[in-house]
């Protein structure tokens, strides 16, 4: 399959906020991606991913929100950012204003590798009945720089294409993996068709935004088998 726009929602599927709960039609889906990759995490990073929620929670939504509306505003002008997620009542607090993060945004929108790629995703939601999960991920784009992976099936050609996830640090964060998270969007996009050669990683901090090395497909669908093992073995919602 050779796609050089923008991927077409997903007909009838949608994502409720702030329930992060996801719809197609009238099936809802018992476990998203997020949901999935807990299963990985001891009760220890839970709970201190829980304990700073009130921190990294508005500082992430409005990062994702703005990226959002720069790459839609860029490459689609006429389009409603956010067109298949219904907000509902944002019970997780008021809206923070995009001027209290400046400091991440600003680096993130004016990075000079949009200028080298072809936007053709922005927070997609995606799924796989087969599966029964869901999720939405940030943003995917073709770079015409990288070379298409070489494990490509019959009938996908053109330029490389790359499947990315945002993730906000403060200045001292460190990064860690996100190989299984990103493996997962790959295998839903799949099952509709949608193939991608890579995963990449946006890192934004205060003053600065990074962009991972590519990571080649094989490893992020590894990772995501793995944690998706463990999950079945334990959480199986068929």
Known sequence: MT?????????????????????????????????????????????????????????????????????????????????????????????????????????????????????????????????????TYDTAYIDPQLPPAAERPAGVSGPARVLADLKSLTASGSTYCTRAQIGGYLALEWSQGHWFDYGQTIWSRPGRTQFSPPYPRRECLTAWAAVWAQYVATHRPF
């Open 3 to 135: 796609t050089t726009h923008w991927l077409e929602p997903i007909a009838g599927l949608r994502r409720l906020d702030p329930q992060h709960t996801y719809w197609l039609n009238d099936h809802l889906f018992p476990v998203s991606i997020t949901g999935v990759l807990q299963v990985a995490k001891s009760s220890y990073a839970l709970g201190r991913i829980e304990a700073s929620r009130s921190v990294w929670e508005p500082r992430g939504n409005t990062c994702h929100q703005a990226l959002e509306l720069f790459l839609t505003g860029r490459m689609r002008p006429d389009a409603h950012p956010a067109e298949n997620h219904d907000q509902g009542d944002k019970t997780s607090g008021a809206e923070v204003e995009f001027e209290a993060y400046r400091e991440w945004i600003q680096p993130l929108i004016e990075h000079e590798r949009w200028g080298a790629v072809e936007v053709i995703a922005s927070e997609r939601p995606t799924c796989c009945l087969v599966r029964n999960v869901a999720g």
